[in-house]
């Protein structure tokens, strides 16, 4: 499934890409060609270099760490106060 403010698919991403790192083609160039920011052709044609057509695939948005997360023990009191 492809999120919904995706500029491209994961075909266009790696189209892109594949202009930028296999054919030569300025960040800027393929920006303009494919109607995306600079620093969007730029990330893309990063992970391209370094995991080839995979690294294309849509990715979790999902935070890695929640330093600021509600103890556990405190979010089951919140539930059971709810419940």
Known sequence: ????????????????????????????RAAERFQVAVTTA?????????EGPAGMADRSSRPHRSPNQTPTRTERRIIKVRV
């Not at 189209?15 to 030569?24: H, P």
């Not at 730029?42 to 370094?50: F, L, M, T, V």
């Open 1 to 28: 499934m492809v999120h919904r403010n995706a500029p491209l698919s994961e075909t266009g991403r790696l189209r892109l890409a594949q202009c930028v790192v296999d054919d030569g083609w300025p960040l800027r």
């Open 42 to 50: 730029a990330r893309w044609s990063a992970r391209y270099r370094a």
